[in-house]
């Protein structure tokens, strides 16, 4: 199911180290919904600055396990908040919060595959 990432390249990332992306990967699905609930906070809100400040760490968190799709759906929402385009943002937002829970999702069924 690890389509959606790339598991060597992000092991890779981490030094080689399988068993770091192991444990980082159960901290994501922890707080994936943290991260999700964030972004929807933030728009709901009206606050840019916040939204912004989510969606960089976000597109982080996805470069981390190198899912590129992901990634490059933060940074555009990241870029819409920055230049303060909510409107923009609210699809932006719906399609990482989708993203963050894909991942989620498939980290979790490939640690008991």
Do not use: C, N
Request: overall charge negative; hydrophobic content about 55%.
């Amino acid at each position: 199911m690890s389509a959606i990432y790339d598991r060597e390249d992000a092991i890779a990332r981490l030094g080689g180290d399988a068993s770091l992306f192991a444990s980082v990967a159960d901290l994501f699905v922890a707080d994936s919904e943290s991260y999700r609930q964030s972004l929807r906070v933030a728009l709901a809100g009206g606050d840019a600055g916040e939204l912004r400040r989510v969606a960089h760490t976000v597109k982080s968190v996805l470069a981390t396990f190198s899912f590129a799709e992901g990634r490059a759906q933060a940074w555009a929402l990241e870029q819409a908040a920055a230049a303060g385009d909510l409107v923009q943002a609210a699809p932006l937002v719906a399609a990482t919060d989708a993203a963050l829970g894909d991942l989620a999702v498939a980290l979790a069924h490939d640690k008991s595959a």
